[in-house]
């Protein structure tokens, strides 16, 4: 069996999150990292573990609006920020509000702008409650890391985004259950 690490990026941090996640979850064979428009119901179907993750705008998850705005932000900050190469695709929202009938276990990440939780939000909170809604059990509490204000990962984050990897992963093999 494999894990599924599913994300939404806009500038690169989530992905690079998603990845230093996935990199403890055993070979590249073992877990697929993908972006949410490649997130097909039959790849989440043989999943043990499915990882969902995104960036948090406007407090919760990204909505058209928002990611219309950073990818705006992006065309004019004149090679400051880059693009993710699937930041023009499905957003999470869509594309949670799309499954259906699934069940297993997952956990949920955000990446955040650097600050109280009270003032920026955690689209990991949002995530979390749509994966619920969607019958699957949460594996651990969710996760935000975090980035500067120049939409940048704060050092140490990748790392400590692995850390939380080996802890799914850890408690997947606990319950017999290979991440």
Do not use: C
């Amino acid at each position: 069996m494999y894990s599924v690490v599913v994300y939404e990026s806009m500038f690169g941090n989530t992905h690079l999150i998603a990845q230093a996640i996935a990199n403890e979850f055993g070979t590249p064979e073992q877990v697929f990292v993908v972006p949410a428009d490649e997130a097909s119901p039959a790849l989440l179907e043989g999943a043990r573990l499915l990882v969902v993750g995104g960036p948090t705008h406007a407090h919760s998850m990204s909505r058209a609006s928002t990611r219309q705005a950073a990818i705006d932000a992006a065309r004019k900050s004149h090679g400051d920020l880059d693009l993710d190469p699937a930041a023009a695709g499905l957003g999470l929202r869509d594309w949670l509000g799309s499954l259906s009938g699934f069940t297993g276990k997952a956990a949920a990440f955000d990446t955040r702008v650097n600050g109280l939780a009270f003032l920026t939000g955690h689209a990991s909170k949002a995530i979390s409650r749509e994966l619920k809604r969607h019958g699957f059990r949460l594996a651990a509490p969710p996760e935000s890391f975090r980035v500067d204000r120049n939409n940048h990962l704060v050092d140490g984050e990748e790392e400590r985004a692995a850390a939380w990897g080996r802890v799914l992963a850890e408690s997947m093999a606990e319950k017999g259950i290979s991440a």
